[in-house]
């Protein structure tokens, strides 16, 4: 029923299970970018006329939206970027950058890796990655040896991995991190449109979200930083609209938020984004977090039953998404037989090699569920997958 809040489904008849790359959008998403580039599009910040101060108000209403959706104490600490990937450069090349080791886990996706690695840090050279067990679960005790090494580290870990759905303990790991001094960012991207979030609960230094994920417009994200931390992070980009005052001898930059905000920002995408963040809270989180579980819980027992299907982690602590391959059988191949019958999941390496590497595959088959899916999208996608199954084993 949800589906008929969204355009895209009045206009195909595809399943569409690949959530995880990034989620539809709402009519009244689509309908708020569309009334401010036609009712009051202006540069927010600036300029002092009726639109102008429209135009700001929405852009700022939308970091209060956020602040509350995530429970964050001070509108300043919500700061605007592109989305997870400017979110995690943005820290790596300010805050971050002056700490002698950066702890990863084994599931990050590359947004959080190729920017240690331009930092020209490699595998225990700066970089460490904590291992996971057997069923792809955190290792708390490599973990904490890793931090009893390596004390006053920074940890940048992903909340719900994007290639298997497995979900961190992050309140678990944050409280690890911070016995060792170290500080802790977490990668949202699998988290905020599935599950309540509460930066204060979880004591998280940083908190990196998208827009796109969570039912809202593509290039627009954020990044939360704990208050008393803002003073700690240095200036990522500058220019028009960061500054308090300029001469050719100097700039002195405006508080945070303004500070990090440099240039044009995406004003339809956020005034969108907090629209987004509106219609999730009318539905209810918990409410969307239910009908995930019961459609993944679904999912996850119409595919054991199929022969030959091979899991990698435990269906227990998984969120969103369920990643698989069928023995013998290329997984980009079931993609492309999904495809012609009109089902969209995506089959590959989910921007995630290394951990493809360790487990010796190419990659997986994944279905990443929204709250609009339905049973009958997860009988299609079943359906469509034995027949694939049958194609290709014949
Ligand atoms: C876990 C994870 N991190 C980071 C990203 C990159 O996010 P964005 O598209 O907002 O830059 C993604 C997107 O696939 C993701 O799933």
Redesign the pocket.
């Known amino acids: 029923m949800y589906k008929e809040d969204f355009p895209f489904f009045e206009n195909t008849n595809s399943v569409y299970l690949d959530n995880?790359?990034t989620t539809q959008k709402p009519k009244v998403v689509v309908d708020k970018v569309v009334d401010y580039y036609t009712h009051f599009c202006a540069n927010t910040h600036r300029s002092n006329f009726g639109d102008a101060n429209k135009a700001t108000k929405e852009f700022e209403n939308t970091r209060e939206l956020l602040k509350q959706f995530i429970n964050a104490k001070e509108s300043k600490e919500i700061i605007f970027t592109?989305?997870?990937?400017?979110s995690l450069n943005m820290i790596a090349s300010t805050f971050a950058k002056k700490f002698k080791t950066i702890i990863i886990s084994s599931l990050e996706?590359h947004?959080?890796i190729t920017p240690w690695h331009m930092q020209g840090r490699r595998l225990h050279d700066g970089l460490e990655v904590v291992n996971t067990k057997d069923n792809l679960e955190f290792d708390f005790e490599h973990f904490e040896e890793l931090l009893k090494a390596n004390p006053n580290s920074f940890v940048s870990i992903?909340h719900v991995?994007?290639a298997f759905g497995t979900k961190h303990d992050i309140k678990r790991i944050v409280t690890l991190a911070h016995k060792y001094d170290s500080y802790i960012m977490v990668?949202a991207?699998?988290s905020l449109a599935h599950f309540e979030v509460d930066v204060q609960d979880l004591n998280v230094d940083f908190y990196a979200m998208?827009a796109?994920?969570t039912y809202g417009p593509t290039g627009v994200?954020a990044i939360y930083i704990k208050e008393e931390l803002l003073k700690d992070v240095s200036t990522y980009q500058t220019g028009g609209a960061t500054i308090n005052d300029v001469s050719f001898e100097r700039s002195i930059m405006l508080d945070s938020p303004y500070r990090y905000e440099a240039g044009t920002q995406n004003i339809a995408g956020v005034v969108g984004f907090g629209q987004a963040l509106t219609y999730i809270k009318d539905i209810g989180i918990k409410n969307i977090f239910e009908i995930e579980e019961e459609l993944y819980k679904y999912l996850y027992n119409e595919l054991e039953k199929i022969p030959g299907i091979i899991f990698y982690n435990n269906s227990s602590n998984t969120i969103g998404s369920r990643s698989f391959n069928i023995e013998n059988i290329n997984c980009e191949d079931i993609g492309i037989l999904l495809d012609k019958m009109h089902i969209a999941v995506r089959a590959g390496h989910h921007?995630a090699q290394p951990i493809m590497k360790k487990l010796n595959i190419d990659g997986t088959i994944r279905a990443s569920i929204g709250f609009y899916n339905t049973k009958d999208d997860i009988d299609k996608f079943i359906v469509g997958l034995k027949k694939a199954i049958t194609m290709l084993k014949d």
């Open positions: 995880a790359a592109k989305g997870v990937t400017e996706h947004s959080n992903t991995s994007n990668d991207a699998q998208s796109h994920k994200g921007c």
